[in-house]
Protein backbone atom coordinates (compact mmCIF):
# COMPACT_ATOMS: atom_id res chain seq x y z
CA UNK A 1 0.00 0.00 0.00
CA UNK A 2 1.12 3.30 -0.75
CA UNK A 3 2.05 6.05 1.95
CA UNK A 4 -1.48 7.29 2.86
CA UNK A 5 -2.15 10.10 5.27
CA UNK A 6 -5.21 11.91 6.67
CA UNK A 7 -6.18 15.17 7.62
CA UNK A 8 -9.24 15.98 9.17
CA UNK A 9 -11.00 19.55 8.08
CA UNK A 10 -13.83 18.68 10.49
CA UNK A 11 -16.40 16.56 11.82
CA UNK A 12 -17.79 15.51 8.59
CA UNK A 13 -14.95 16.15 5.82
CA UNK A 14 -11.21 14.65 5.94
CA UNK A 15 -8.62 15.00 3.25
CA UNK A 16 -6.81 11.68 2.27
CA UNK A 17 -3.18 12.25 0.49
CA UNK A 18 -1.64 9.42 -1.53
CA UNK A 19 2.15 9.18 -2.20
CA UNK A 20 2.76 7.29 -5.33
CA UNK A 21 6.53 6.77 -6.08
CA UNK A 22 7.67 5.65 -9.82
CA UNK A 23 9.87 2.88 -7.99
CA UNK A 24 6.41 1.78 -6.56
CA UNK A 25 4.86 1.23 -9.84
CA UNK A 26 7.90 0.51 -12.47
CA UNK A 27 7.50 -3.05 -12.20
CA UNK A 28 4.05 -2.78 -13.45
CA UNK A 29 4.95 -0.20 -15.93
CA UNK A 30 7.64 -2.00 -17.05
CA UNK A 31 5.65 -5.67 -17.79
CA UNK A 32 2.60 -3.51 -19.39
CA UNK A 33 5.47 -1.95 -21.97
CA UNK A 34 6.89 -5.28 -22.75
CA UNK A 35 3.42 -6.70 -23.50
CA UNK A 36 2.85 -3.47 -25.82
CA UNK A 37 6.09 -4.31 -27.59
CA UNK A 38 5.41 -7.75 -28.43
CA UNK A 39 1.69 -6.87 -29.41
CA UNK A 40 2.02 -3.33 -31.01
CA UNK A 41 1.63 -2.21 -34.62
CA UNK A 42 4.89 0.49 -35.97
CA UNK A 43 5.67 1.75 -38.85
CA UNK A 44 8.99 1.06 -39.59
CA UNK A 45 9.49 -2.11 -37.06
CA UNK A 46 8.64 -5.66 -37.67
CA UNK A 47 6.49 -7.17 -34.63
CA UNK A 48 7.99 -8.31 -31.77
CA UNK A 49 11.17 -6.67 -32.70
CA UNK A 50 10.21 -2.56 -31.77
CA UNK A 51 12.95 -0.74 -29.10
CA UNK A 52 11.91 -0.23 -25.99
CA UNK A 53 13.09 3.26 -26.51
CA UNK A 54 10.52 3.62 -28.98
CA UNK A 55 7.51 1.52 -27.20
CA UNK A 56 8.13 4.09 -23.91
CA UNK A 57 8.19 6.96 -25.92
CA UNK A 58 4.84 6.31 -27.83
CA UNK A 59 3.09 4.74 -24.70
CA UNK A 60 5.66 5.24 -21.63
CA UNK A 61 3.76 8.13 -19.90
CA UNK A 62 0.08 6.78 -20.71
CA UNK A 63 1.19 3.82 -19.14
CA UNK A 64 2.70 5.32 -16.22
CA UNK A 65 -1.07 7.43 -16.00
CA UNK A 66 -2.99 4.46 -15.72
CA UNK A 67 -1.15 2.20 -13.47
CA UNK A 68 -0.57 5.30 -11.06
CA UNK A 69 -4.09 5.24 -10.94
CA UNK A 70 -4.47 2.24 -10.46
CA UNK A 71 -2.50 2.35 -7.33
CA UNK A 72 -4.27 5.35 -5.96
CA UNK A 73 -7.52 3.17 -6.23
CA UNK A 74 -5.78 0.28 -4.54
CA UNK A 75 -4.18 2.32 -1.71
CA UNK A 76 -7.52 4.40 -0.86
CA UNK A 77 -9.62 1.02 -0.95
CA UNK A 78 -7.44 -0.83 1.42
CA UNK A 79 -6.97 2.63 3.79
CA UNK A 80 -10.79 3.23 3.98
CA UNK A 81 -11.47 -1.08 5.13
CA UNK A 82 -8.34 -0.76 7.31
CA UNK A 83 -9.23 2.36 9.45
CA UNK A 84 -13.09 1.13 9.13
CA UNK A 85 -13.50 4.87 8.04
CA UNK A 86 -17.48 5.04 7.20
CA UNK A 87 -17.86 7.56 4.35
CA UNK A 88 -20.60 8.72 1.87
CA UNK A 89 -20.37 9.09 -1.54
CA UNK A 90 -16.72 7.82 -3.27
CA UNK A 91 -13.45 9.75 -2.55
CA UNK A 92 -13.31 13.51 -5.18
CA UNK A 93 -9.79 13.88 -6.41
CA UNK A 94 -8.69 18.02 -5.45
CA UNK A 95 -7.94 18.98 -9.06
CA UNK A 96 -4.37 19.95 -9.83
CA UNK A 97 -3.15 22.14 -12.60
CA UNK A 98 -0.08 20.21 -14.08
CA UNK A 99 1.42 16.74 -13.06
CA UNK A 100 5.29 16.52 -13.48
CA UNK A 101 5.42 12.85 -14.95
CA UNK A 102 9.32 12.47 -14.44
CA UNK A 103 9.06 13.14 -10.99
CA UNK A 104 10.36 10.40 -8.56
CA UNK A 105 6.75 10.76 -6.83
CA UNK A 106 3.41 11.56 -6.56
CA UNK A 107 1.25 13.48 -4.30
CA UNK A 108 -2.22 13.26 -4.92
CA UNK A 109 -5.32 14.88 -2.50
CA UNK A 110 -9.12 13.19 -2.25
CA UNK A 111 -11.76 14.82 -0.30
CA UNK A 112 -14.10 12.68 2.12
CA UNK A 113 -17.62 12.85 3.05
CA UNK A 114 -17.75 11.06 6.79
CA UNK A 115 -20.93 9.25 7.91
CA UNK A 116 -21.80 11.29 10.83
CA UNK A 117 -22.59 9.76 14.23
CA UNK A 118 -26.55 9.39 14.30
CA UNK A 119 -28.05 8.40 17.24
CA UNK A 120 -31.49 7.09 16.88
CA UNK A 121 -34.27 7.09 20.09
CA UNK A 122 -36.67 4.89 20.25
CA UNK A 123 -39.14 4.77 21.24
CA UNK A 124 -40.42 8.15 19.76
CA UNK A 125 -41.73 11.13 22.05
CA UNK A 126 -44.38 11.23 20.13
CA UNK A 127 -46.68 8.45 19.93
CA UNK A 128 -47.60 7.07 16.06
CA UNK A 129 -51.03 5.76 15.01
CA UNK A 130 -51.32 2.39 14.02
CA UNK A 131 -54.96 2.03 12.56
CA UNK A 132 -56.73 -1.74 12.79
CA UNK A 133 -59.20 -1.50 9.58
CA UNK A 134 -62.63 -2.79 10.70
CA UNK A 135 -63.90 -4.54 7.25
CA UNK A 136 -67.87 -3.44 8.33
CA UNK A 137 -70.54 -4.37 6.79
CA UNK A 138 -71.40 -0.97 4.95
CA UNK A 139 -68.17 -1.72 3.16
CA UNK A 140 -68.87 -4.91 2.73
CA UNK A 141 -72.18 -4.44 1.04
CA UNK A 142 -70.69 -1.81 -1.04
CA UNK A 143 -67.49 -4.07 -3.00
CA UNK A 144 -70.53 -6.74 -3.12
CA UNK A 145 -72.93 -4.38 -5.12
CA UNK A 146 -69.68 -3.18 -7.40
CA UNK A 147 -69.09 -6.71 -7.98
CA UNK A 148 -72.87 -7.34 -8.98
CA UNK A 149 -72.66 -4.40 -10.99
CA UNK A 150 -69.41 -5.22 -12.92
CA UNK A 151 -70.73 -9.18 -13.81
CA UNK A 152 -74.39 -7.79 -14.32
CA UNK A 153 -75.76 -7.33 -17.69
CA UNK A 154 -76.58 -4.21 -19.45
CA UNK A 155 -79.79 -2.96 -20.93
CA UNK A 156 -79.94 -0.18 -22.87
CA UNK A 157 -82.27 2.89 -21.62
CA UNK A 158 -83.82 6.30 -22.86
CA UNK A 159 -84.25 7.91 -19.46
CA UNK A 160 -80.90 8.51 -17.53
CA UNK A 161 -79.71 7.94 -13.92
CA UNK A 162 -76.35 8.77 -12.01
CA UNK A 163 -76.03 5.43 -12.99
CA UNK A 164 -76.30 5.00 -16.33
CA UNK A 165 -73.24 4.43 -18.24
CA UNK A 166 -72.39 6.36 -21.35
CA UNK A 167 -70.16 4.63 -24.40
CA UNK A 168 -68.88 7.74 -26.47
CA UNK A 169 -66.63 8.07 -29.76
CA UNK A 170 -64.02 10.76 -28.57
CA UNK A 171 -62.19 12.92 -31.30
CA UNK A 172 -59.59 15.72 -30.27
CA UNK A 173 -56.70 16.23 -31.85
CA UNK A 174 -53.63 13.81 -31.50
CA UNK A 175 -56.51 11.30 -30.88
CA UNK A 176 -56.76 7.53 -32.27
CA UNK A 177 -59.31 7.18 -34.99
CA UNK A 178 -62.15 5.61 -33.62
CA UNK A 179 -61.52 5.90 -29.72
CA UNK A 180 -64.03 4.33 -27.72
CA UNK A 181 -64.76 5.12 -24.20
CA UNK A 182 -67.79 4.68 -21.20
CA UNK A 183 -67.77 6.58 -18.03
CA UNK A 184 -70.86 6.92 -15.83
CA UNK A 185 -73.41 9.74 -15.88
CA UNK A 186 -72.26 10.28 -11.74
CA UNK A 187 -68.81 10.91 -12.77
CA UNK A 188 -69.39 13.80 -14.78
CA UNK A 189 -68.97 16.91 -12.85
CA UNK A 190 -70.51 19.84 -15.46
CA UNK A 191 -74.04 20.46 -15.27
CA UNK A 192 -73.84 21.33 -19.12
CA UNK A 193 -72.29 17.73 -19.84
CA UNK A 194 -75.02 15.97 -17.61
CA UNK A 195 -77.69 17.71 -19.58
CA UNK A 196 -76.13 17.48 -23.04
CA UNK A 197 -76.40 13.70 -22.73
CA UNK A 198 -79.63 13.96 -20.91
CA UNK A 199 -81.39 14.77 -24.00
CA UNK A 200 -78.72 13.29 -26.63
CA UNK A 201 -79.88 10.52 -28.70
CA UNK A 202 -77.46 8.13 -30.20
CA UNK A 203 -75.40 8.97 -33.07
CA UNK A 204 -75.28 13.19 -31.75
CA UNK A 205 -71.99 14.81 -31.83
CA UNK A 206 -71.34 17.55 -29.14
CA UNK A 207 -68.61 19.37 -28.36
CA UNK A 208 -67.02 20.00 -24.69
CA UNK A 209 -64.48 21.28 -23.27
CA UNK A 210 -62.12 18.87 -20.69
CA UNK A 211 -62.35 22.05 -17.81
CA UNK A 212 -64.37 20.70 -14.83
CA UNK A 213 -65.96 18.22 -17.24
CA UNK A 214 -65.29 14.97 -14.68
CA UNK A 215 -65.29 14.79 -10.89
CA UNK A 216 -61.64 13.08 -10.84
CA UNK A 217 -59.10 13.25 -13.15
CA UNK A 218 -58.34 9.35 -13.54
CA UNK A 219 -61.94 9.29 -15.38
CA UNK A 220 -60.24 11.94 -17.67
CA UNK A 221 -56.97 9.84 -18.02
CA UNK A 222 -59.06 6.67 -18.94
CA UNK A 223 -61.50 8.98 -21.49
CA UNK A 224 -58.91 10.60 -23.20
CA UNK A 225 -56.06 8.81 -22.69
CA UNK A 226 -53.75 11.27 -20.89
CA UNK A 227 -54.56 14.44 -19.43
CA UNK A 228 -53.57 17.61 -21.40
CA UNK A 229 -51.24 19.95 -20.04
CA UNK A 230 -54.26 22.70 -20.42
CA UNK A 231 -58.59 22.38 -21.00
CA UNK A 232 -59.18 21.38 -24.70
CA UNK A 233 -62.30 20.84 -26.60
CA UNK A 234 -63.40 16.89 -27.42
CA UNK A 235 -66.01 15.86 -30.14
CA UNK A 236 -68.33 13.25 -28.54
CA UNK A 237 -70.66 11.00 -30.54
CA UNK A 238 -73.06 8.97 -28.14
CA UNK A 239 -73.03 5.12 -29.18
CA UNK A 240 -74.35 3.59 -26.20
CA UNK A 241 -76.66 4.81 -23.21
CA UNK A 242 -76.85 1.41 -20.65
CA UNK A 243 -78.24 0.52 -17.21
CA UNK A 244 -76.64 -1.94 -15.53
CA UNK A 245 -78.76 -5.03 -13.66
CA UNK A 246 -77.25 -6.17 -11.08
CA UNK A 247 -76.30 -9.87 -11.21
CA UNK A 248 -77.70 -12.18 -9.14
CA UNK A 249 -76.84 -14.17 -6.19
CA UNK A 250 -76.48 -17.09 -7.45
CA UNK A 251 -73.99 -19.84 -8.19
CA UNK A 252 -72.94 -18.53 -11.56
CA UNK A 253 -71.92 -15.06 -10.27
CA UNK A 254 -69.99 -17.13 -7.24
CA UNK A 255 -67.93 -19.02 -9.48
CA UNK A 256 -66.93 -16.09 -11.67
CA UNK A 257 -65.62 -13.88 -8.72
CA UNK A 258 -64.22 -16.22 -6.23
CA UNK A 259 -63.47 -20.05 -8.43
CA UNK A 260 -65.47 -22.81 -9.25
CA UNK A 261 -67.67 -23.65 -6.05
CA UNK A 262 -65.09 -21.99 -3.38
CA UNK A 263 -68.41 -19.83 -2.39
CA UNK A 264 -71.77 -21.21 -2.76
CA UNK A 265 -74.22 -18.79 -0.58
CA UNK A 266 -74.38 -15.01 -0.19
CA UNK A 267 -73.29 -15.37 4.01
CA UNK A 268 -70.03 -17.11 2.29
CA UNK A 269 -69.75 -14.77 -0.38
CA UNK A 270 -70.07 -11.51 2.54
CA UNK A 271 -67.63 -13.31 4.50
CA UNK A 272 -64.77 -14.08 1.96
CA UNK A 273 -65.19 -10.38 0.78
CA UNK A 274 -64.57 -9.40 4.53
CA UNK A 275 -61.39 -11.69 4.74
CA UNK A 276 -60.16 -10.40 2.05
CA UNK A 277 -60.58 -6.53 2.71
CA UNK A 278 -59.24 -7.52 6.25
CA UNK A 279 -56.22 -8.47 4.21
CA UNK A 280 -55.80 -5.88 2.07
CA UNK A 281 -56.66 -3.11 5.00
CA UNK A 282 -53.60 -4.58 7.19
CA UNK A 283 -51.97 -3.99 4.08
CA UNK A 284 -52.39 -0.42 3.58
CA UNK A 285 -52.39 0.30 7.51
CA UNK A 286 -49.37 -1.04 7.38
CA UNK A 287 -47.81 1.07 5.15
CA UNK A 288 -48.99 4.01 6.89
CA UNK A 289 -47.79 3.26 10.10
CA UNK A 290 -44.22 2.59 8.71
CA UNK A 291 -44.55 5.70 6.16
CA UNK A 292 -45.57 7.75 9.67
CA UNK A 293 -42.71 6.42 11.70
CA UNK A 294 -39.89 6.69 9.53
CA UNK A 295 -40.96 10.70 8.88
CA UNK A 296 -40.95 10.64 12.52
CA UNK A 297 -38.07 9.52 12.86
CA UNK A 298 -36.72 11.68 10.51
CA UNK A 299 -38.31 14.88 11.41
CA UNK A 300 -36.80 14.19 15.10
CA UNK A 301 -33.50 12.59 14.59
CA UNK A 302 -31.18 15.68 14.10
CA UNK A 303 -27.52 15.32 12.73
CA UNK A 304 -25.38 17.43 10.27
CA UNK A 305 -24.54 15.90 7.09
CA UNK A 306 -21.57 16.94 4.77
CA UNK A 307 -23.57 18.52 2.43
CA UNK A 308 -21.23 20.75 0.26
CA UNK A 309 -19.49 17.50 -0.35
CA UNK A 310 -22.13 15.43 -1.21
CA UNK A 311 -23.54 18.55 -4.08
CA UNK A 312 -19.82 18.15 -5.44
CA UNK A 313 -19.55 14.50 -5.32
CA UNK A 314 -23.53 14.69 -7.40
CA UNK A 315 -22.34 16.62 -10.04
CA UNK A 316 -19.97 13.86 -11.61
CA UNK A 317 -21.80 10.64 -9.65
CA UNK A 318 -23.66 9.66 -12.55
CA UNK A 319 -22.60 8.58 -16.11
CA UNK A 320 -22.64 12.28 -17.35
CA UNK A 321 -21.75 15.33 -15.17
CA UNK A 322 -24.35 18.00 -13.58
CA UNK A 323 -24.29 21.80 -12.98
CA UNK A 324 -23.69 22.71 -9.46
CA UNK A 325 -27.46 24.16 -9.82
CA UNK A 326 -28.35 20.80 -10.98
CA UNK A 327 -26.67 18.92 -8.60
CA UNK A 328 -28.29 21.43 -5.77
CA UNK A 329 -32.08 20.59 -7.01
CA UNK A 330 -30.98 16.34 -6.62
CA UNK A 331 -29.42 16.69 -3.60
CA UNK A 332 -32.39 18.88 -2.20
CA UNK A 333 -34.82 15.86 -3.08
CA UNK A 334 -32.82 13.15 -1.87
CA UNK A 335 -31.29 14.37 0.95
CA UNK A 336 -34.12 13.03 3.38
CA UNK A 337 -34.16 9.29 1.42
CA UNK A 338 -30.31 9.90 2.44
CA UNK A 339 -31.22 10.57 6.37
CA UNK A 340 -33.70 8.03 6.89
CA UNK A 341 -30.66 5.23 4.97
CA UNK A 342 -28.30 6.10 7.94
CA UNK A 343 -31.18 5.90 10.22
CA UNK A 344 -32.56 2.43 9.23
CA UNK A 345 -28.31 1.10 9.05
CA UNK A 346 -28.41 2.81 12.61
CA UNK A 347 -31.43 0.59 13.38
CA UNK A 348 -30.30 -2.87 11.90
CA UNK A 349 -26.78 -2.49 13.39
CA UNK A 350 -28.15 -1.76 17.29
CA UNK A 351 -30.50 -4.26 17.08
CA UNK A 352 -28.85 -7.19 14.97
CA UNK A 353 -31.27 -7.03 12.43
CA UNK A 354 -29.86 -10.07 9.88
CA UNK A 355 -31.64 -11.46 7.07
CA UNK A 356 -31.17 -15.30 6.19
CA UNK A 357 -30.99 -16.91 2.97
CA UNK A 358 -34.09 -19.49 4.40
CA UNK A 359 -36.09 -15.98 5.17
CA UNK A 360 -35.20 -15.00 1.94
CA UNK A 361 -36.44 -17.87 0.41
CA UNK A 362 -39.92 -18.30 2.54
CA UNK A 363 -40.75 -14.98 1.42
CA UNK A 364 -40.59 -15.46 -2.17
CA UNK A 365 -42.97 -18.76 -2.11
CA UNK A 366 -45.62 -16.94 0.19
CA UNK A 367 -45.47 -13.89 -2.80
CA UNK A 368 -46.11 -16.84 -5.14
CA UNK A 369 -48.75 -18.46 -3.59
CA UNK A 370 -50.77 -15.22 -2.97
CA UNK A 371 -50.12 -14.35 -6.82
CA UNK A 372 -51.04 -17.78 -7.48
CA UNK A 373 -54.59 -17.84 -5.44
CA UNK A 374 -55.30 -14.39 -7.53
CA UNK A 375 -55.43 -16.57 -10.60
CA UNK A 376 -57.41 -19.47 -9.66
CA UNK A 377 -54.27 -21.84 -8.35
CA UNK A 378 -55.42 -23.32 -5.12
CA UNK A 379 -53.60 -26.45 -5.69
CA UNK A 380 -49.79 -25.66 -5.92
CA UNK A 381 -47.53 -28.19 -5.07
CA UNK A 382 -44.45 -27.18 -2.88
CA UNK A 383 -42.01 -29.26 -5.32
CA UNK A 384 -43.30 -26.79 -7.63
CA UNK A 385 -43.14 -23.61 -5.15
CA UNK A 386 -39.22 -24.37 -5.00
CA UNK A 387 -38.81 -25.20 -8.45
CA UNK A 388 -40.07 -21.44 -9.65
CA UNK A 389 -38.97 -19.30 -6.04
CA UNK A 390 -35.02 -20.96 -7.21
CA UNK A 391 -35.28 -20.07 -10.38
CA UNK A 392 -36.24 -16.48 -9.09
CA UNK A 393 -33.52 -16.28 -6.64
CA UNK A 394 -31.23 -17.23 -8.98
CA UNK A 395 -31.17 -13.23 -10.24
CA UNK A 396 -29.03 -11.31 -7.92
CA UNK A 397 -31.54 -8.01 -8.92
CA UNK A 398 -34.68 -10.39 -7.79
CA UNK A 399 -32.82 -11.59 -4.57
CA UNK A 400 -31.89 -8.16 -3.76
CA UNK A 401 -35.72 -6.34 -4.08
CA UNK A 402 -36.80 -9.46 -1.59
CA UNK A 403 -34.25 -8.89 0.36
CA UNK A 404 -35.33 -5.10 1.22
CA UNK A 405 -39.05 -6.39 1.26
CA UNK A 406 -38.03 -9.05 4.28
CA UNK A 407 -35.77 -6.14 6.13
CA UNK A 408 -38.86 -3.48 5.58
CA UNK A 409 -40.65 -6.31 7.87
CA UNK A 410 -38.42 -6.62 10.22
CA UNK A 411 -37.97 -2.83 10.68
CA UNK A 412 -42.06 -2.65 10.75
CA UNK A 413 -41.81 -5.45 13.46
CA UNK A 414 -39.00 -3.37 15.32
CA UNK A 415 -41.15 0.09 14.99
CA UNK A 416 -44.21 -1.92 16.92
CA UNK A 417 -41.81 -3.77 19.57
CA UNK A 418 -39.90 -0.44 20.48
CA UNK A 419 -41.71 1.97 19.23
CA UNK A 420 -44.76 4.52 20.91
CA UNK A 421 -47.75 3.92 19.54
CA UNK A 422 -51.34 4.24 20.12
CA UNK A 423 -53.89 2.06 18.00
CA UNK A 424 -56.50 2.85 16.56
CA UNK A 425 -59.86 1.24 15.45
CA UNK A 426 -61.90 2.59 12.21
CA UNK A 427 -63.74 1.96 9.27
CA UNK A 428 -62.03 2.09 5.88
CA UNK A 429 -63.69 5.32 5.25
CA UNK A 430 -62.36 7.39 8.08
CA UNK A 431 -59.36 5.42 7.65
CA UNK A 432 -58.80 7.48 4.57
CA UNK A 433 -60.01 10.75 5.77
CA UNK A 434 -57.88 10.52 9.03
CA UNK A 435 -54.85 8.86 7.03
CA UNK A 436 -54.49 10.83 3.94
CA UNK A 437 -56.94 14.11 5.40
CA UNK A 438 -59.67 13.57 2.54
Not at 142 to 167: F, M, W
Not at 185 to 207: P, Q, R, W, Y
Not at 296 to 324: C, R, V
Not at 417 to 429: A, Q, S, T
Request: proline fraction near 3%; glycine fraction near 4%; include cysteine.
Amino acid sequence: MMNVTRKDVDALNAVLTVEVKQEEVAPQVEKVLNDYRKRANIPGFRKGNIPMSVVKKQYGQAVLVEEVNKALQSSLNDYLNKEKIDILGNPLPVPVDEIDWSAPSFSFDFELGLTPDVKVKLPNKKAITRYEIEADDAFVNEQLERLQKQYGSLVPTEEISKDTELTVRVVFEGSEENKSATFSVDELKSKKAVNTFKNATIGDLHKLSTKGLFKEDHVLQRVLGSIPEKAIEVSFTLQERNNRVLSDLDQEFFDKVFGKDAVKTATECKTKLKEDASGHFETQANQKFVNDMTESLIENTKFSLPDAFLKKWMQTAGENPISAEKAEAEYAKSERGLRYQLIESKLIQENNLQIKREEVETFAKDLLKKQMLQFGRTDVKEEELNDIASRILGNQEEVKRISDQVMSEKMRQLFLEKGNIKVKKVNYDTFIKEAYKK
